[in-house]
């Protein structure tokens, strides 16, 4: 049994970004990052020592079951970077208790474990946040059977550069270009619509999304 530094367990509400968008699910929020990105929207758990809680994993299976209990069976796993902590035993008690576990991450670091989880979304860092994730760094976990992503957030065209670059790195993984909230979003997603269906570059397999929750304002 080890703890981890949990910064908040809530839902079930739905996944807000990426390719499950809409999807109900329960998010386990853990604290601490390795990046300082200029436009991070978990600010607050950026540090270990922002966790609200230290919980071992049964005590966070314990909370996770009272809250998806009837609902979903799918768990977020999301920070900061969960990459950062050993999560070996808690993905394989999760797993026991039939979770289907999705995790979010930059890239920056593959631990082991995530070679078990059930699906991943990699979204590595464009220039405008200030901490450039160099896009080879996950090259072998690409290589990988685990069910993924790639998201990248998109603020400036520098960032739609950087996300082109990601796509004809991954051709097969789908994309997502997603619009920055950092300041008017409805405005940047406008743009990027604009830019991306006129891009001959970018093929079939990229959507393009907003960050709903915080496009209506709910967690
Ligand atoms: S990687 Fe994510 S959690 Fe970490 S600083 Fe950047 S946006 Fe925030």
Redesign the pocket.
Known sequence: MSKLPVYEIFGPTIQGEGLYCGYRTVFLRLAG?D???SW????H??RISDAREILSEEEIIERLNSRAEQITRRITIT???PCIHELERLVELLHQQNYKIHIET?GSIIPPWLYKVDHVCISP?PPS?G?ITEILSFADFMLSEISKELKVVVKTGEDYTYARQVHSEYKSCPLILQACTDNDPVLVLKWLIEKASADPCLGDNIKILPQLHALIGID
Do not use: H, L, M, P
Not at 40 to 43: A, F, G, I, S
């Open positions: 990052c990046y300082k990105c991070c929207d978990t600010k758990a950026r920070g900061g970077n930059q860092k946040s901490n």
